[in-house]
């Protein structure tokens, strides 16, 4: 069981709180085991939205496998404590996963977790944030970043895209997928890029059949799916399934099973794999396989 520790500022915005904290609550729902901490440095704090929340002022144990997530609030804020500031640096200095909301990003500047790191920030503050921290490297045009643990988005709404992204590393893709589906957080996007994810943007139909293959294929996408298992899976014959399939999503379910694994792939990638690896741990039964088919995605793209 991991521990999700929200660190709460002085007028921190209540979605920037409540949205990460519903995705881990609806995964601890579906199983994967989340318990919640909200810790400040004092008792009662204030949001922007006039509700106070309240807090408590003791640091719960942490372990690698746990999670600090700062959420962002309006204005200026007094920097917090350093030894707040130094639980996050030792937090990550042990293995953990460090996150910024918005501009809960700024705690993460302060503690020095940004020095020769990339992170995401809100357009508006941009400038401001470079000039503040020179040794960090603004991503402009990303929805979310990850760089060596730490985990920063640009603005409050993306702290859902966040989290959901912080699942599907942890957990997989379909994990992400089932809690998605159940918020119907749709719109989520993968790190750094304004596209949807080709799990979640091709699930907006109300096709039952399709999204029990979809269900399949999320949770088995590495593996060689034969037409007729899922087709057994369905209920209906393999030609009903290569057409409801192509009429829901516009795919072949083996074009939808390439793109969950090519998404999966980049963020292997972005986090430092080799292409050997990323083949390897995506299904690809070569890296040559990959690097032809992440081409072929590019050309599309352009």
Request: proline share 4%; glycine share 6%.
């Amino acid at each position: 069981m991991s521990s999700v520790v929200f660190l709460l500022i002085p007028q921190v915005h209540l979605l920037d709180v409540a949205g990460p904290a519903e995705v881990f609550s609806t995964a601890d729902d579906l199983g994967y085991a989340y318990t919640f901490a909200y810790v400040a440095e004092d008792s009662q704090v204030a949001t922007v939205q006039g509700l106070t929340l309240p807090a408590v002022t003791r640091w719960p144990r942490l372990a690698p496998d746990d999670l600090i997530i700062v959420p962002g609030r309006r204005g200026p804020a007094r920097s917090p404590a350093r030894q707040t500031l130094r639980r996050l640096r030792e937090h990550h200095a042990s293995g953990g996963t460090v996150a910024g909301v918005w501009a809960g990003t700024d705690a993460l500047g302060r503690a020095g977790l940004l020095d020769g790191r990339r992170c995401a920030l809100h357009h508006c503050a941009q400038e401001e944030f470079a000039r503040l921290y020179p040794r960090a490297e603004v991503v402009k045009d990303a929805l979310y970043v990850e760089d060596d643990r730490i985990v920063t988005s640009a603005g409050v709404a993306s702290g859902i895209d966040l989290a959901l992204h912080l699942l599907s590393t942890r957990h997989g893709p379909n994990a992400a997928g089932r809690v998605a589906r159940a918020m119907l957080a749709h719109a989520h996007r993968d790190a750094g890029v304004a596209r949807l994810s080709p799990m979640l943007r091709r699930r907006s139909h109300v096709d039952q059949t399709v999204h029990r293959i979809q269900d399949l294929i999320e949770s088995r996408f590495t593996e060689r799916l034969p037409l007729r298992l899922l087709a057994k899976a369905a209920g209906c014959s393999e030609r009903t399934v290569t057409r409801l399939f192509r009429q829901a999503t516009g795919l072949t379910p083996l074009a939808y099973q390439t793109a969950l694994r090519l998404e999966r792939a980049e963020h292997l990638l972005r986090q430092g794999a080799t292409t050997e690896v990323a083949a390897r741990e995506t299904g690809f039964r070569d890296a040559r396989m990959l690097r032809r088919l992440r081409a072929r995605a590019r050309a599309a793209s352009s």
